[in-house]
């Protein structure tokens, strides 16, 4: 009978360890499923911000609201910095080469064009029957087709287009005119060309070189019979050098600095009623707004900080509070409020940063669960809500600041009345430090009164929400 009474009393505390083992068991699943849930949701408000809104705006339409910049940019403006490159590139003038041989090619034809010219002329005397007369005469022999001939044929010799009838008016002259003449033409023709004629002025610089010539020629006649030849055979001696000025162009554009350009956090880009410009277009391409692209490093970061800061919870209450870390209705409550207050924060910061109520938290933890735990959440939430209004520390502060004092200010309240005094002194202490974060940060004393303002309706709003919530939480968790 004792070893059956054994047995079964043995039984029986294995069954009891059984029980325990599966509700452990079972606890374990549901922290983790808060912890999960969480980080979840507090990780999805506070990523929010990094998922920037596409705007659909194209050049030539009308904004149909302001478009303000959603954090501070320092950019590369790419038309004034083009502008500015194109402007350098058209102050580097051209670079042409004096091309000698273009020179000298010039002096061998007038050399040779002379030559064929005392040669025709020398036929032209053997042929005349009395060789006594002068050339004069034994020219005037030949008719004017013969003539012509003659000075087509030395075209064709030398490669020319010079006026036939003027070197047919070439065989009047002796040995010693046509040697004037070809000196003449050849000093000023290499004066002329080495000064450099591009192709563009090659008209201009036959008129210079017809006054050249007139400069330097006795005899008129003279003169015009050398400025036709002249400027039949002129060329031009200047040309671009393609390579050289693409390189100091280019060197004058690698000198341009990249030109930046700063937009601040709210700044407005384009207001309401305003035609979109190509400019504005630019300016949203640069800062992403146009196609945005989600920052993933941003919300791994955000990530990270939410899983620290919900595993530092999690471990102060296993350490130092471990009846209400086994207790999964308390861990649900400190859930639902810090959820509750994440999004609310979120909300609020739509109109300032200093009108999230993190000291309602504070009040509602301290009085369902204990101060302690309170300043821990409080110290927590200020620095997560703190990413919502776009990382700003003085966010962070205040609301710290504001629910420690919160805390202290209820620590022997008794009645729902005495929360009242609680706003009164969550107002005063906001004023306090947001006046002095204002003037650390050398800011307006408008911005500071307004922001002092936002700073009194946080404490009264911080109350009102406490003196709401706390029935239904008294009510639904069984708080006393």
Known sequence: ????????????????????????????????????????????????????????????????????????????????????????????????????ANIENVEKQIDSLFSKIKEYKEKIDESSKDANNDVTENVRRLTDDELNEMANEINEDLGLYINEKIIADCFQFDNLSLEKIRVDIKSSMRKIMEQGIKIDDLENAKKQLIREISEISLDHHDALIASDIATSLLLPSLFLNEEDT???????????????????????????????????????????????????????????????????VFLYLSYFYPDIYENVNKLILLGIISIFFVLLAKIASQASGYLMPIASASMLIAISLSPNIAILLTVILSLLVGFIPGGGLNYSLVSIISGIVAIYSIRKATQRSSLTRAGLIIAGVNIITISALGLINNESYYLILQNNLWGVLNGFLAVILTIGILPFLESYFDIT
């Open 1 to 100: 009978y004792e070893k059956w009474n054994k047995w079964k009393s043995r039984d029986k505390m294995s069954g009891k360890n059984m029980q325990k083992k599966k509700l452990n068991g079972s606890n374990i699943i549901k922290k983790i499923s808060i912890f999960l849930i969480l980080l979840i949701v507090i990780t999805l408000v506070l990523s929010i911000n990094f998922f920037p809104d596409k705007i659909l705006l194209k050049e030539g339409q009308i904004c149909t609201k302001d478009i303000l910049s959603p954090g501070d940019f320092e950019f590369v403006d790419l038309e004034a910095t083009q502008n500015l490159r194109e402007k350098a590139a058209k102050s580097i003038k051209e670079v042409y080469d004096l091309n000698l």
């Open 246 to 312: 693409e390189k100091r162009r280019q060197e004058a554009i690698a000198s341009v600095d990249d030109v930046m350009r700063t937009i601040q956090k709210g700044q407005i880009i384009i207001r309401k009623g305003e035609v979109v410009t190509s400019e504005d277009i630019a300016i949203l391409n640069a800062l992403g707004l146009k196609n945005p692209k989600i920052n993933f490093s941003n919300i791994i970061g955000i990530i990270m900080i939410t899983v620290i800061c919900l595993l530092v």
